[in-house]
């Protein structure tokens, strides 16, 4: 089965370590998000992906040079301007020459989700589209269902306002979809499967929803990004186990304290450096007796000597000056 990947949008919130690199590709312990994500698929009998690319198409291909991501093989589409998730999908699936059923996943999700069990259901229902539910304790910041006791989805909305929600089962972000669902998106133009396709197969009484309450996180933004690196290092999902934080390629002072806290390959920490729940990304440069606390230092940046970081996010090739005290902010801003 084929499955396309949604990695067009451009991370706003991450920003600004996704200023340059596309948040699909930021990593999450030893590889980028978008590799779990597919690793995970081919677990599921995915054969061949096709990744939907707007923004930054380029490091995308250069990051999977071969044609090949977690073993399975995988191709490009680049739209020429962003055309929302369903656009980018029909763009996608015409180029691939989707013509059977196929999975739809975001790009930014990391899930253990059953999709055997999803596609099963999927073909039981005789559903148009059948969407992986997750209940939340908040769902307003998501995509909203309603459903009847069959799994039928009644009600889709996406994003509502906090208080009118249907219900607190959330669209989790992958899907089963028949080829019909893409003749009801209209090529070449922005549209949104939230916002317009997936409202129109519920008013058909044909869209699907199986509740599946995996390990299931977007990492759409930063707290939630250093949750999925640390998720990994405590061993919470339960399908990879205690992944070591500290890459066997990274300097780490013998002085220095790391805890719960990731340092990528050729990033160096300095003597008396003290990381508590933070990530630092490859080839950046913690200098002697810096504190980091809940923060994300992007690659290639240098912390300088004593500086003290709470909850901040650095971006790429940053230099933050010895000393420096901040609290609970961006460096640069945007
Ligand atoms: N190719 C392409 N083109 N991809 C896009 C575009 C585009 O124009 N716009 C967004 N995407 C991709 C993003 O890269 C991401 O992988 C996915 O579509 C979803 O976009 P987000 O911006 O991350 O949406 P969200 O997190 O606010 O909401 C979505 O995910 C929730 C679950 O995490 C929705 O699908 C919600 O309904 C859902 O609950
Ligand atoms: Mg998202």
Not at 51 to 60: E, H, K, M, N
Request: charged share 20%.
């Amino acid at each position: 089965m084929r499955a396309v990947v949604l990695v067009g949008g451009f991370g706003t919130r991450l920003r600004p370590l996704t200023t340059t690199i596309p948040k699909p590709l930021l990593p999450v312990v030893d590889r980028s998000i978008v590799e779990h994500l597919v690793g995970h698929l081919a677990q599921h009998g995915v054969t061949e992906v096709v990744l939907a690319l707007g923004f930054a198409p380029d490091a995308f291909i250069e990051a999977f040079a071969d044609g090949t991501c977690a073993g399975i093989a995988m191709t490009y589409a680049v739209e020429p301007e962003p055309l929302d998730t369903a656009g980018a999908i029909r763009f996608a699936a015409d180029a691939a020459g989707i013509d059977d059923t196929f999975i739809v996943a975001n790009g930014d999700v990391l899930s253990d989700v059953d999709l055997t069990a999803l596609v099963a259901y999927h073909r039981s229902t005789g559903a148009e589209g059948t969407l992986h539910l997750r209940s939340v304790a908040d769902p307003s910041a998501f995509g909203v269902v309603g459903c009847d006791d069959d799994g039928r989805i009644t009600q889709f909305v996406e994003k509502p306002a906090p208080g009118t929600e249907p219900s607190n089962w959330i669209n989790a972000g992958c899907y089963v979809l028949e080829p019909s669902v893409l003749a009801r998106i209209e090529p070449g133009r922005k549209v949104s499967i939230e916002r317009v396709t997936f409202p129109a197969i519920v008013a058909d009484g044909r869209l699907y929803g199986l509740l599946d309450d995996c390990y299931w996180l977007d990492t759409g933004r930063p707290e939630q990004y250093r949750e999925a690196n640390l998720d990994l290092v405590d061993g919470k999902r339960p399908t990879l186990g205690v992944r070591p934080g500290v890459s066997a390629l990274a300097d780490v002072d013998a002085t220095a304290i790391v805890d719960r806290s990731v340092v990528r390959g050729g990033a160096i920490v300095g003597p008396h450096a003290c990381l508590t729940e933070s990530i630092v990304l490859d080839g950046a440069r913690i200098e002697p007796r810096v504190i980091l606390d809940r923060s994300i230092i992007g690659p290639g940046s240098r912390i300088g000597a004593g500086a003290i970081l709470r909850n901040v996010v650095v971006g790429v090739d940053v230099d933050i000056e010895s000393g420096s005290e901040l609290t609970d902010t961006k460096v640069p801003e945007s």
